[in-house]
């Protein structure tokens, strides 16, 4: 019975301590063009998976939780962006 009323605090508890990253889900930009991509984060350090044929930066924030990326690319195609956040120890 403690093992049960254990298990069930442990999965109410989970989301609390679950950091998120919200991003579009489609941005649709001209070749060659600045594109925004706005990231927002819960977590503490945020790393991004940029295809090689993107050239990307980070704009200045002067808040960490809100993140501004510029991509461009040179040829007509879709490309992907992925973003994890981590928080304390693990990331999500």
Same mark, same amino acid.
């Given at each position: ?18 950091? +998120?990253?919200?991003?579009?889900? @489609?941005?649709?930009?001209?070749? !060659? *063009? ?8 819960d977590g503490d350090d945020l790393k991004r998976d940029v295809p090689a044929e993107l050239d990307c930066f980070r704009e200045? +924030?002067?808040?960490?939780?809100? @993140?501004?990326?510029?991509?461009? !690319? *040179? ?18």
């Amino acid at each position: 019975m403690n093992r049960l009323i254990l298990l069930a605090a442990l999965l109410f508890a989970s989301p609390i301590f679950a950091q +998120s990253v919200t991003m579009p889900a @489609v941005v649709n930009v001209q070749p !060659g *063009r600045l594109a925004a991509v706005r990231i927002v984060l819960d977590g503490d350090d945020l790393k991004r998976d940029v295809p090689a044929e993107l050239d990307c930066f980070r704009e200045y +924030s002067p808040d960490p939780k809100d @993140v501004w990326l510029r991509a461009q !690319g *040179r040829t007509k195609g879709t490309y992907r962006l992925a973003a994890v956040t981590k928080g304390g120890s693990s990331p999500s």
